[in-house]
């Protein structure tokens, strides 16, 4: 770990160096890229600036040890010297775990009621107003791509995009399936029923990560409609685009304008080819890189929703809340820190063997 810290050191003052250069400063685009590493790096050198400080201070006064007239003050420091040292190791290792380069992107949310009939799909249509009212307090934006909604207000599928800095980091281990027991709304007896929906979280690739030929592509045009017939549009501005090397079909007709549905459906057609593609690439490695928060497969059972005693728990972790009205309206952030805190942890684990 010394070896590593030293080196990014060296490199913060070589970009340091490179900041006074003129040449630098002429040329906009580099002068970004390095802006941009110095912004990553700072954490690091700083941290390991003050790790230096205190293996110092901890050096010191365990030399005091040896001189009699100091031994009892150096005794009563010798504590806290230790601990602040080994905090600020400890925050070092985490600074230098490898960090998921997709953090900061875009997601696309695609959620499908499971077994369950119309309650799952009414459990879906929850799901999609929880992450809605989640994005919203984390300060994201949603925008529906495409919905398919039923006569009581369930959503059989429903397809949106959360557009804002850190989306994945907050989404990414929502991809399983959620169960929820309660006493459906069509239930006259009061009886328990279980259902469940199913969530898939990619991240939004970009047009130069993942380019797609536009002969490899059937795009269709239709009128679109709501549930039972409602808001019939009389232009064709729905589409369809079918991916024909794969066979992936991606719907939009939330917009009244043709071109900005083709521009949704592109976008969630993109990511679905560019996470194929990833996972692809990964399976060899799929057992190594499996934590405990799962392997995101969307036929894994992640959480349970229990109505009728308030609690949410999650599986992978173990986490148990009996705050389930407030997590259905958003609150979200306990679950999703103990999530990224039991990752991180696996990491270090791994990083350790």
């Given at each position: 770990?010394?070896?590593?810290?030293?080196?990014?050191?060296?490199?913060?003052?070589?970009?340091?160096?490179?900041?006074?250069?003129?040449?630098?400063?002429?040329?906009?685009?580099?002068?970004?890229?390095?802006?941009?590493?110095?912004?990553?790096?700072?954490?690091?050198?700083?941290?390991?600036?003050?790790?230096?400080?205190?293996?110092?201070?901890?050096?010191?006064?365990?030399?005091?040890?040896?001189?009699?007239?100091?031994?009892?003050?150096?005794?009563?420091?010798?504590?806290?010297?230790?601990?602040?040292?080994?905090?600020?190791?400890?925050?070092?290792?985490?600074?230098?775990?490898?960090?998921?380069?997709?953090?900061?992107?875009?997601?696309?949310?695609?959620?499908?009621?499971?077994?369950?009939?119309?309650?799952?799909?009414?459990?879906?249509?929850?799901?999609?107003?929880?992450?809605?009212?989640?994005?919203?307090?984390?300060?994201?934006?949603?925008?529906?791509?495409?919905?398919?909604?039923?006569?009581?207000?369930?959503?059989?599928?429903?397809?949106?995009?959360?557009?804002?800095?850190?989306?994945?980091?907050?989404?990414?281990?929502?991809?399983?399936?959620?169960?929820?027991?309660?006493?459906?709304e069509t239930?006259?007896?009061?009886?328990?029923?279980?259902?469940?929906?199913?969530?898939?979280?990619?991240?939004?690739?970009?047009?130069?990560?993942?380019?797609?030929?536009?002969?490899?592509?059937?795009?269709?045009?239709?009128?679109?409609?709501?549930?039972?017939?409602?808001?019939?549009?009389?232009?064709?501005?729905?589409?369809?685009?079918?991916?024909?090397?794969?066979?992936?079909?991606?719907e939009c007709?939330?917009?009244?304008?043709?071109?900005?549905?083709?521009?949704?459906?592109?976008?969630?057609?993109?990511?679905?080819?560019?996470?194929?593609?990833?996972?692809?690439?990964?399976?060899?490695?799929?057992?190594?890189?499996?934590?405990?928060?799962?392997?995101?497969?969307?036929?894994?059972?992640?959480?349970?929703?229990?109505?009728?005693?308030?609690?949410?728990?999650?599986?992978?972790?173990?986490?148990?809340?009996?705050?389930?009205?407030?997590?259905?309206?958003?609150?979200?952030?306990?679950?999703?820190?103990?999530?990224?805190?039991?990752?991180?942890?696996e990491k270090?684990?791994?990083?350790?063997?």
């Amino acid at each position: 770990m010394l070896e590593k810290l030293r080196e990014i050191a060296a490199r913060y003052d070589a970009l340091q160096t490179q900041l006074s250069d003129p040449s630098v400063y002429g040329n906009a685009e580099r002068l970004r890229v390095v802006n941009q590493e110095l912004k990553e790096l700072t954490p690091v050198v700083e941290a390991f600036s003050s790790w230096e400080r205190a293996e110092r201070r901890l050096r010191e006064t365990e030399e005091l040890l040896g001189d009699a007239e100091l031994r009892t003050m150096a005794q009563e420091e010798l504590p806290a010297a230790k601990a602040e040292a080994e905090r600020l190791e400890s925050e070092l290792k985490l600074l230098l775990l490898p960090r998921d380069p997709e953090d900061g992107r875009n997601v696309v949310v695609e959620i499908r009621g499971g077994v369950g009939g119309e309650e799952s799909a009414l459990f879906a249509a929850s799901l999609f107003r929880m992450y809605s009212m989640f994005a919203e307090r984390k300060g994201f934006s949603v925008d529906v791509v495409s919905e398919n909604r039923t006569e009581l207000g369930g959503v059989k599928e429903i397809s949106f995009l959360v557009n804002g800095d850190g989306a994945w980091s907050r989404f990414k281990f929502e991809s399983g399936v959620h169960r929820v027991q309660r006493v459906p709304e069509t239930e006259s007896a009061g009886r328990i029923h279980t259902s469940a929906a199913t969530v898939a979280v990619l991240p939004e690739a970009q047009e130069v990560e993942f380019s797609i030929d536009p002969g490899d592509l059937q795009i269709d045009t239709y009128r679109s409609s709501g549930a039972g017939g409602q808001h019939i549009n009389k232009t064709e501005s729905a589409i369809r685009i079918t991916h024909l090397p794969t066979g992936t079909v991606v719907e939009c007709q939330d917009e009244r304008s043709q071109y900005k549905n083709k521009d949704k459906a592109m976008k969630v057609l993109r990511s679905r080819l560019y996470e194929a593609e990833k996972a692809k690439q990964d399976a060899a490695q799929a057992a190594q890189r499996r934590s405990q928060v799962g392997s995101g497969d969307r036929s894994e059972r992640i959480r349970t929703y229990n109505f009728p005693q308030g609690r949410v728990t999650d599986h992978r972790i173990g986490l148990t809340l009996y705050k389930l009205d407030a997590v259905m309206d958003g609150d979200l952030d306990e679950l999703i820190d103990g999530l990224i805190a039991a990752d991180t942890a696996e990491k270090l684990r791994k990083q350790e063997k």
